[in-house]
């Protein structure tokens, strides 16, 4: 069974400040997948990840998956208050998405203004 | 972006009673669909592959006796839940794949009362 350790699990910091989530494994992930899910809404994807090493940025948010492909981090540059939701790490083991995902548990995030 | 949708958004059913669930991919086909569960606060653990032409498989510690899933088409699957229990509500999502992506839908929240 593939586990992947999301951390933080609950994370509140004030407006602006910055803040680094993480994904871990020890499991190979042909691919990683950042979602954002709010409540009583499926996932939106944000990015995905399937060179070890890569680093994609989208606005304030820059996504890492690990040289070895096990892991993966989400930082956020100076948060606001629209950043709050659940993001959810999740790992395909198959290449073309034929398999369904592993997920992490989770960080719910809150950002104050 | 490929689009993924469910119904019915929302569900109430009584204790006994069978409860069909629809995923469609609305601008691309897809030979396997995912079925999710995600419990309140929790994060969204993987039920069962459906696969168009053949049988869905099913994950450790999932029924498929209760889980009915047919893959009727390229763009559509459908999950029944039979002899609906309390301890089956829960927020149900399916996922369709395309490239290295999974596209999520927006969820089905079942209560059984």
């Known amino acids: 069974t593939q586990l992947l350790e999301q951390s933080p699990q609950f994370l509140s910091i004030q407006e602006g400040e910055n803040l680094t989530v993480y994904c871990n494994s020890s499991?190979?992930?042909?691919?990683l997948q950042w979602y954002r899910q709010e409540p009583g809404e499926g996932p939106v994807l944000l990015v995905t990840?399937?060179?070890?090493?890569e680093v994609k940025k989208l606005k304030r948010l820059t996504f890492q998956f690990g040289d070895a492909r096990k892991d993966s981090s989400l930082h956020i540059t100076a948060a606001q208050p629209g950043d709050t939701g659940l993001y959810l790490c999740?790992?395909?083991?198959?290449?073309?998405?034929?398999?369904?995902?592993?997920f992490g548990k989770g960080t719910h995030l809150i950002i104050q203004p | 972006g490929a689009v993924v949708s469910q119904h019915p958004s929302w569900v109430i059913c009584k204790s006994g009673t069978s409860v069909k669930i629809e995923c469609r991919s609305l601008?691309?086909?897809?030979?396997?669909m995912f079925w999710y569960r995600q419990f309140p606060k929790q994060s969204l653990m993987l039920m069962a592959t459906?696969?168009?032409?053949?049988?869905?498989?099913?994950e450790q510690g999932v029924e498929k006796d209760k889980f009915l899933i047919n893959h009727a088409s390229l763009t559509l699957s459908t999950l029944t839940v039979t002899s609906a229990h309390p301890e089956d509500s829960s927020f149900y999502i399916c996922?369709?794949?395309?490239?290295?992506?999974?596209?999520f839908g927006p969820g089905t929240r079942l209560l059984v009362l």
């Open positions: 999740a790992g395909g083991q198959a290449g073309g998405g034929a398999d369904g995902l592993t």
């Open positions: 499991s190979v992930f042909s691919s």
């Open positions: 459906s696969n168009e032409g053949s049988k869905a498989t099913y």
């Open positions: 990840v399937v060179t070890g090493g």
């Open positions: 601008d691309f086909q897809a030979t396997t």
């Open positions: 996922s369709a794949p395309l490239a290295e992506t999974q596209y």
